[in-house]
């Protein structure tokens, strides 16, 4: 079969995913409060159902004031616990695993109407150039890592087969990663990133604390920022070893390394990408993702644009050649649940394109 290498098993600690597949996290703002309904669900039963391997939630959210930027972005604590264990039910039925994003957004544009009465921010900076607000404090800085441990526990108390940090595009985590929002001169900040890793670094500890050895945390991470797509937080293989391995020192077991083009190489001189370098460096499994099966990047789907079915042997060739462990597909799955299913059995005439009005339902 063509296809074999993706239907593979993976597994890893407490993940253990028939298939390479995942869905990658995708915030759709349709959870009615915070609160993720019968819906939210089926939603992600269906990809569960159409074979996806290892669903990754839609960015949810810790306990703080400011973590999210609109209301419908569903909670991770409290009333909606009791939505996150039928979601996962459904999903477990359905032979499928599934981890929740935690997030927490930092200081990012909220929603008209959505006015947080804390917003939670390294140096208080919305854009490199402006500052919008207050530092956090110490007193923020500790609740904030004990809010992100308390929903990993809660994770694993409604049965999900781990975690995933949110580090990624330019939220908190990676506010704090960022120099050009982390201006701090104590311990959360400093000129190198091995420096600048400190609040991710406690996040993950903390989180490790709370689900014990054997649950497996992974973290999403990237180079580019909302706030700007040219920014890297490594330059060199070397120096993203300092950055991944201390994450990976505090505790993560898998890196899940954001792109917008999987085929994209990292740096000069190899075409492997940034999940290929993260595994070659690091050496633990990694997760790649970026315009998988379609023909447009993501951030044009925010202004308008559908996107193609385009063909994956690209992907399946660096899956056989082992350059990382899972692919993380969004919107092909967003527009299509039954996705994998297509791909495993060569029905790819039927693959349908990404279609932007998919945005506004939960098919
Ligand atoms: C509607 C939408 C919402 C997204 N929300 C999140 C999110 O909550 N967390 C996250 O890490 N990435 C988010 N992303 C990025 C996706 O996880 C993924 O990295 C991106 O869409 C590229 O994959 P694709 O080209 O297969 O769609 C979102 C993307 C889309 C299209």
């Known amino acids: 079969?063509?296809?074999?290498?993706?239907?593979?098993?993976?597994?890893?600690k407490s993940i253990k995913s028939k298939n390479r597949i995942a869905m990658a996290p995708m915030t759709r703002t349709m959870a009615p409060n915070g609160i993720p309904g019968e819906a939210n669900a089926a939603y992600y039963e269906r990809r569960a159902k159409g074979g996806v391997g290892l669903i990754i939630t839609e960015g949810t959210v810790i306990d703080r004031p400011g973590s999210k930027m609109a209301p419908d972005v569903p909670n991770f604590f409290g009333a909606a616990m009791d939505g996150w264990k039928n979601v996962v039910e459904k999903v477990h039925a359905a032979g499928g695993q599934i981890v929740?994003?935690?997030?927490?957004?930092?200081?990012?544009?909220?929603?008209?109407?959505?006015?947080?009465?804390?917003?939670?921010?390294?140096?208080?900076?919305?854009?490199?150039?402006?500052?919008?607000t207050e530092p956090m404090t110490e007193e923020d800085i500790a609740d904030t890592i004990a809010k992100f441990a308390e929903s990993a526990k809660a994770a694993k108390d409604v049965g999900f087969d781990g975690i995933e940090l949110h580090g990624?595009?330019?939220?908190?985590?990676?506010?704090?990663f960022w120099k050009e929002l982390n201006k701090r001169t104590d311990k959360w900040g400093g000129a190198t990133i091995k420096e600048r890793n400190a609040f991710a670094e406690a996040v993950i500890k903390a989180c490790r604390a709370a689900v014990g050895d054997d649950f497996a945390i992974i973290?999403?991470?990237?180079?580019?920022?909302?706030?700007?797509?040219?920014?890297?937080?490594?330059?060199?293989?070397?120096?993203?070893?300092?950055?991944?391995?201390?994450?990976?020192?505090?505790?993560?077991?898998?890196?899940?390394?954001?792109?917008?083009r999987f085929w994209t190489p990292e740096f000069e001189g190899s075409d492997l990408n940034f999940a290929g370098w993260a595994k070659k460096l690091l050496g633990v499994p990694t997760i790649s993702v970026g315009s998988v099966g379609l023909d447009?990047?993501?951030?044009?789907?925010?202004?308008?644009?559908?996107?193609?079915?385009?063909?994956i042997d690209g992907l399946i060739k660096r899956i056989e050649n082992d350059e990382f462990d899972m692919i993380a597909v969004g919107r092909a799955l967003l527009s299509d649940p039954e996705w994998v299913a297509k791909i495993k059995e060569n029905r790819a005439e039927e693959l349908q394109a990404f279609d932007r009005r998919d945005l506004a339902v939960l098919k």
């Open 219 to 260: 973290i999403r991470i990237s180079q580019w920022k909302q706030q700007d797509y040219e920014a890297r937080l490594a330059t060199t293989p070397d120096e993203m070893t300092e950055w991944l391995g201390g994450l990976v020192d505090a505790g993560a077991d898998i890196l899940h390394c954001s792109q917008r």
């Open 100 to 132: 929740p994003q935690i997030w927490h957004v930092g200081n990012v544009g909220m929603a008209k109407g959505w006015e947080p009465s804390k917003i939670d921010s390294p140096s208080g900076y919305i854009m490199p150039d402006k500052q919008n």
């Open 168 to 176: 990624a595009h330019g939220y908190l985590i990676d506010q704090f």
């Open 296 to 311: 447009g990047e993501f951030l044009g789907a925010f202004r308008g644009q559908g996107s193609e079915v385009a063909p």
């Open 1 to 12: 079969m063509p296809n074999s290498a993706l239907f593979k098993p993976f597994e890893f």
